[in-house]
């Protein structure tokens, strides 16, 4: 029997578990606390569970370790992890540090199917999903690096490789695992979901009603140029998107961020700025404006510093909060799959 990965569990699924191996509720708080508090490496050190509790979980539970290839360290204290996977493929996991924490940029898949043309995730496919706890080990492996220096995770953003709502149920399992009071307690508020627009998921995302913060990478004003630069736009177009995305608000009564990365002279300029503009006019809104780096196997140039802020401008006159994101790690390719400068939590106002 294929073993299950130990971080896959919510706190209810485990005490089910033991209920179901005739074992007492309590010990899942146990549980959790060896995985997410002591962050123990072994069955074998969960030392006030019994010999034959431990026997039991150990038939049914492994640690998948995340095994990390490198660990880049960046000037400004960027940490971008290469992990491998117990069957071998490879993932990035980013610790970004912040005034106010560390935020880890987490990874749902094993590369992508969306197809951005300006991501180079996208360039392999995907080769499959991660489990909830592959994703779980992430944070994991990160807060243990804390750890070193007594510092704890603040802050979670799912914006690495991959669609997470196209791997949406490990997605909100591992959100639900991360949150748990018992364990890594990181709040709903603290965790940022952003997608490319798989419209059916966000319907199913707000009826949650969970304070969780979403995202919606947009990066175009118009149907045409975002089915050019996204090709997801062909399958859920703009409008249908939108509608989406009042829903959202509607429900969740949250705000949306609409990720914006803006590429020289493809939708950066004045008309674009004023098209966005009437699109989103009067949502519950913020927009994140992304100047794109060069990326070797694309094609696309940076925006000219005085164009951003035209854009910038642009939004601003029409009541649209903007801010501009700032890059981290630059010095070490943190951005998931080297250009993907939506990863960066890092917004600021300039
Ligand atoms: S930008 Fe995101 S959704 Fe698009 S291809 Fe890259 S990883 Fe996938």
């Known amino acids: 029997m294929q073993k299950r990965n130990i971080y896959d569990f919510t706190i209810e699924e485990w005490k089910s578990w033991l209920k179901e191996h005739q074992e007492q509720g309590y010990r899942a708080e146990q549980i959790y606390q060896w995985l997410y508090v002591n962050r123990v490496d072994s069955i074998d050190e969960m030392s006030n569970l019994p010999q034959s509790l431990r ?76 489990t909830p706890g592959e994703i779980v080990a992430q944070v994991v492996e990160s807060q243990k690096l804390l750890d070193r220096t007594g510092e704890r995770v603040s802050s979670i953003v799912v914006m690495g490789s991959g669609e997470p709502f196209d791997n949406y149920d490990a997605t909100i399992q591992f959100i639900k695992i991360v949150n748990e009071d018992k364990g890594l307690k990181i709040g709903q508020r603290h965790i940022t979901v952003s997608t490319s627009g798989i419209v059916p998921r966000i319907y199913d995302f707000a009826d949650l009603k969970w304070q969780v913060g979403f995202a919606v990478s947009l990066h175009a004003p118009n149907e045409e140029l975002r089915t050019r630069l996204m090709p997801i736009n062909k399958k859920y177009p703009i409008k249908e998107l939108m ?71 642009i939004l601003e006159d029409s009541n649209i909060n903007v801010t501009i994101r700032r890059e981290q790690g630059g010095d070490i390719e943190a951005a998931c799959g080297q250009l993907r400068a939506k990863h960066m939590d890092l917004e600021f106002r300039l």
Do not use: W
């Not at 026997?55 to 971008?80: M, N, P, Y």
């Not at 980013?94 to 197809?115: D, E, F, L, P």
């Not at 002279?265 to 949502?283: S, T």
């Open 243 to 313: 509608e989406a995305c009042h829903y959202y608000i509607n429900t969740t009564k949250r705000r949306i961020t609409f990720e914006y990365a803006l590429m020289g002279n493809v939708n950066d300029q004045d008309e674009h700025a004023r098209e966005l503009a009437k699109l989103i006019q009067g949502m519950k809104c913020h927009v994140n404006l992304i100047p794109v780096n060069y990326v070797p196997e694309r094609v696309y140039t940076r925006t000219p510093r005085n164009q951003i802020f035209r854009f910038k401008k």
């Open 55 to 130: 026997a039991k979980i150990a038939e049914e539970f492994e640690f998948q370790a995340l095994h990390t290839l490198t660990e880049h360290r960046s000037q400004d204290g960027t940490v971008k992890f290469l992990f491998q996977l117990h069957d071998g493929h490879a993932i990035e996991t980013v610790i970004m540090k912040h005034n106010y924490g560390n935020s880890v940029c987490v990874t749902t898949q094993v590369g992508c199917r969306m197809g951005c043309t300006f991501c180079a995730s996208t360039l392999g496919g995907v080769a499959r999903n991660l």
